[in-house]
Structures are given as C-alpha cells and as structure tokens.
C-alpha cells in the first residue's frame, strides 16, 4: 500500500498469479492518480453528481492517509488508514473517513464514512479496483443476469438498460449496475475464477477503456488493457448516500480466487 490515496497496488495470495493489476505507466507522484490497484473514489464519483466537480473521482485518492494500525496474524496481514476534513473547501462537511484492508488467502476492504458534523451531507463512493486477467476478451463476468445498468461510454444511449445473460466486453465499457450479489470474474486465459463479494453497496461499476481509449491515455500501455477489468464495489448517482450528524456508513468487499476445473 502507499500512504497517497490509501492505495492497496498488490495482493498476491500463495499458488496464484497477483490479483490486482497495476500499469507500468502510472504515475507515481502526489499530484496524480495512481492508475490500477485500488483507488478509493470519494466523496464523489466521476465528475460527480453535477457533472462539474474536480478532481474527477474525488481527491481521498490523491490526499495522504495516515496510517493507524498495523496488524499480522499466522494467515493474514492487515490496515487501518483515516483520513479527516481533508480538502474543506471541495466538501465543506466535516467527516472522518477510516480504510481497513486484510490481506491474506482472501483480500477484504471496508470504507467507513462518519459524519462528525452538524448537518446532513450527501456522497458518493467506489473502491475502483483492477482485476488482473489473462484477456478481458475471453472474460466472462457471472452474477448481473437482469441487472439493471446505465452505459456511460460516450456516444452510447445511458438507459436503464437490462442485462440479458452473462457480461462479456467486446468493446469501450463503462457500466453502472444496479447489482447487490456476488460477481464472479471466470478467466479461462488466467485459468481461474476472481469472486467479488459486496456490502454496502448498491451499485457495481464495470469498466475497460479497450483499444481506441486506451491510446489516448498516458498512464497506460498499449496493450496493457487487455489483462484488466475494473469491478468497482460503490453508491454512485441515484444510490449517493446521505448521512444524518454522528452516523456512519460502512461500505467494502472480499474477493476470493479459485482454481477453474
């Protein structure tokens, strides 16, 4: 992990290929975003709910977190980062953010929002990650049969759309799924199966730039988008969440790895 952003880059559990996919490309450079593992986009998403908000994702990705807490046991590593009224001037509600990550034969984040504050805000949040695939155009992506989705990708009609069986990507995908179930990513190139498992979340994101968008951005290779897919854990859009003065919201996911028989 880096202290910039909170940002998990590896998680590589015993007999596998590493899980998460990192550019070659990516900056690594307090002003920029890192480019793969696990950004944490908050407190709002995109260009946010109003189209206009910057930096697009937020900025809990590119503000320093302090870490609180480190832990090991025999089987699992893990972290506790928080991050407090950061950037005041972009999100002028007080608010304490806490990132607890595990690391071992599973992979387990959980975002905690609180709002120490005397009036209701209103956010949004994803954890953004990478998964590391053989070749996204053999992927399929199990578990959103009849979700609910809005299409993103410039040019494209936003919907809602439905899913009609099993997600492949044949082309530029950036979708929002309404979606509360297991997504299992079935990798035959990489010969296994990536489960991701969410809580507190109503929406699942799905997203590779493919060929065309990919030349076009300088923290990524050329090809580098073939062995990735985005499978974000979030409340984005009609799902922000708002939170009343001294609660909190808890948000986050697992992912587990399996051998394909």
Known sequence: MYHHGAHVIDWTPRGFDPVLWMSEKTYLD???????GIPICWPWFGA??????SPLHGFARLAEWRLVRSHHTDDA????????????DKFDSPYRLTYHVSFGTEFSATL?????GSRRFTFEGALHTY????????????????????????????????????????????RIYHSLGDIDVVDPRGGRRITVSRTGSQDAVIWNP?????????????????????????????????????????MGFTLKVSTLS
């Open 30 to 36: 307090s002003e920029f975003a890192i480019r793969g």
């Open 48 to 53: 946010g709910r109003d189209g206009v908000s």
């Open 77 to 88: 590593v893990g972290a506790t980062y928080i991050l407090i009224d950061s950037n005041l």
């Open 112 to 116: 905690t929002v609180r709002n120490t």
């Open 131 to 174: 998964l590391r695939v053989g070749d996204i155009r053999e992927v399929t992506l199990v578990g959103l049969d009849q979700a609910v989705y809005l299409d993103r990708v410039s040019g494209h009609e936003l919907g809602p759309h439905r899913q009609e069986g099993d997600v492949t990507i044949t082309d530029e995908t950036d």
């Open 210 to 250: 493919w060929m065309e968008k990919a030349a076009t951005m300088p923290d990524l290779g050329a090809d580098e988008w073939t062995q990735m897919v985005c499978v974000e854990t979030a409340n984005v859009a009609e799902h922000a969440v708002t939170l009343a003065p001294g609660k909190e919201h808890v």
